[in-house]
């Protein structure tokens, strides 16, 4: 499996972004998604997950009511919608998927890791 999260960039507080994790190698319909998120010098925090069809979604109270997870079985595509974003939402956002397909927030759940992409939210 391969990961490949795009979409980050520099935006000012209170816009939104959205970013993408494109995923090859394996069935994607089969994987649960998710999106975490690190700062230099501090530990990989949880986002988002979506189960294997979209059908159970789950959130980090930092975020809830402003992201927005969601997948395109059809395009091997999982996405991460974000408003009203913060200053403290800077960060390096990396993809990850489950072969288990249930709805994580521990890191070691997740198989497969992309590179992260930058969002940096500052005026």
């Known amino acids: 499996v391969q990961l490949q999260a795009s979409g980050g960039g520099l935006v000012q507080p209170g816009d939104s972004l959205s970013l993408s994790c494109a995923f090859t190698g394996r069935t994607f319909s089969r994987h649960s998604m998710g999106w975490f998120r690190q700062v230099p010098g501090k530990e990989r925090e949880f986002v988002a997950v979506t189960s294997r069809f979209g059908t159970a979604t789950y959130y980090a109270d930092s975020v809830k009511g402003r992201f927005t997870i969601d997948r395109a079985n059809a395009k091997n595509t999982a996405y991460l919608h974000m408003s009203s974003l913060k200053p403290e939402d800077t960060a390096v956002y990396y993809c990850?998927?489950?072969?288990?397909?249930?709805?994580?927030?521990?890191?070691?759940?997740?198989?497969?890791w992309g590179k992260g992409t930058l969002v940096t939210v500052s005026s």
């Open positions: 990850a998927s489950a072969s288990r397909g249930g709805v994580y927030s521990d890191e070691g759940s997740y198989e497969y």
